[in-house]
């Protein structure tokens, strides 16, 4: 198992931007496939972002507002959000991919799981 510490959320204004980082511990870092995923009250968890390699993956929702990014000297994968809006309010997880498998979209596709950090996106 991966260990995953989310860090970069908080409170902020809608049109606002955050930045959200999480840090992976293991010696394979560069070959995981690293996702965000976001989860509201009542709500199922969603995806939002993933990266494989160089290939990068978003949900409709958030293309050409959301980048993600990774950095394997420090095993750590970003996730720029611009232009947030008041639905983007949600607990952001980090997720990796250890495993073999083309899916990326489901939170079924991923091995661990952060803690979560809170974004809200006031109006």
């Known amino acids: 198992q991966v260990q995953l510490v989310e860090s970069g959320g908080g409170l902020v204004q809608a049109g606002g931007s955050l930045r959200l980082s999480c840090a992976a511990s293991?010696?394979?870092?560069?070959?995981?496939?690293m996702g965000w995923f976001r989860q509201s009250p009542g709500l199922e968890r969603e995806f939002v972002a993933a990266i494989r390699w160089s290939a990068t993956y978003y949900t409709d929702s958030v293309k050409g507002r959301f980048t993600i990014s990774r950095d394997n000297a420090k095993n750590t994968v970003y996730l720029q959000m611009n232009s947030l809006k008041p639905e983007d309010t949600a607990v952001y997880y980090c997720?990796?991919?250890?495993?073999?498998?083309?899916?990326?979209?489901?939170?079924?596709?991923?091995?661990?799981w952060g803690q979560g950090t809170q974004v809200t996106v006031s109006s």
């Open positions: 997720a990796a991919k250890m495993s073999g498998g083309l899916g990326y979209s489901r939170p079924a596709d991923f091995d661990s």
């Open positions: 293991g010696r394979t870092f560069a070959s995981y496939g």
